[in-house]
C-alpha cells in the first residue's frame, strides 16, 4: 500500500472531523462544515482583488484540518503559517514539507497577536491574507485585540462568526459585538454557510483594509 494510501485510510478513520480533509487535490474525507462553498467564495475574492496572486503569505488562526491552508498552497502556492493546538491531522500529514505549510503548535490570545501585529514595519503588510475562521469567539471578551491585530497585519482578511442564538454557542454576549464589529469594516459577506446544525447560518466577511487611513480598524465601514 503506498504512502498516500496509508494517510487516507488513517485521515477517514477518525471518527470527528470539523473540516474536510484534502490531500493531493482532493477531498478525500467530508468534515462537518461546508468547506467547498466557503473556499470558492475566498479564493474568488482573492483573484477579484489581489493583482499577481502567486505566492501569497497566508496567516490561518484556528487553522484546524488545515483544509483552507493546503488549498491555498495549492492554488497560488501560497507560503502559510498555521496556529493550531494539538491537531491530529495535521501532526500527521507527512506532506507539509512539500508545500511551504508551516503549523504553529500553540494557542494564542490576543496579547500574542497584537505582540505579533507591533512587530511589523508598516501596516497591512506582514501577510498579504489572513484567515479567521470561526475563531474569533474563541479569545473570549478579549476578541477585539485579535481582531484589530488582525487588520494591522493584512489587507485582506476573511472572518467567520457563529450567531449569538446558535447551538452549543448561545451565551456568549459578545458574539453579537463580533458580528456587529465585522459589519460595520466588511466590504461584503461572501458566503453564508450553516454553522454546527441548519437552524443558524454562519456570514463569511470579507475586509479589505483601507490604503489610505486606519479607518478599517478605527471603528468606521470603509465602504
Known amino acids: 500500500m503506498s504512502v498516500n494510501a ?3 485510510v488513517k485521515f477517514k478513520s477518525m471518527t470527528y472531523r470539523y ?3 484534502w490531500l493531493n487535490g482532493m477531498c478525500i474525507a467530508k468534515g462537518l462544515r461546508d468547506c467547498e462553498t466557503r473556499y470558492e467564495a475566498i479564493r474568488t475574492t482573492i483573484l477579484e482583488n489581489i493583482p499577481n ?3 501569497l503569505s497566508v496567516l ?11 488549498r491555498l498552497a495549492e492554488d497560488f502556492e501560497s507560503k502559510c503559517f498555521l496556529i493550531e493546538k494539538d491537531c491530529p491531522v495535521l501532526e500527521a500529514r507527512a506532506d507539509l514539507s512539500e508545500q511551504d505549510i508551516h503549523v504553529i503548535d500553540m494557542k494564542v490570545t490576543g496579547e500574542d497577536l497584537e505582540d505579533l501585529a507591533a512587530a511589523g514595519s508598516l501596516p497591512g503588510e506582514q501577510f498579504d ?17 485579535a481582531a484589530e491585530a488582525f487588520l494591522r497585519m493584512s489587507g485582506h482578511v476573511f472572518i467567520e462568526s457563529p450567531s449569538e442564538f446558535e447551538d452549543g454557542i448561545s451565551g456568549m454576549t459578545y458574539l453579537h459585538d463580533i458580528t456587529e ?9 461572501i458566503a453564508v454557510t450553516p454553522g454546527y446544525n441548519e437552524n443558524w447560518d454562519r456570514p463569511l466577511w470579507y475586509i479589505k483594509r ?3 487611513c486606519d ?4 471603528g468606521e465601514a470603509t465602504h
Open 53 to 55: 496572486p502567486n505566492g
Open 19 to 21: 473540516q474536510d480533509i
Open 60 to 70: 490561518d488562526v484556528g487553522a484546524n484540518e488545515g483544509y483552507f491552508s493546503f
Open 181 to 189: 464589529w465585522c459589519e460595520q469594516r466588511a466590504e461584503k459577506v
Open 129 to 145: 491574507v489572513i484567515l479567521a475562521l470561526s475563531i474569533l469567539h474563541h479569545f473570549g471578551k478579549n476578541w477585539i485585540k
Open 6 to 8: 496509508v494517510k487516507t
Open 210 to 212: 483601507c490604503d489610505c
Open 215 to 218: 479607518c478599517s480598524i478605527a
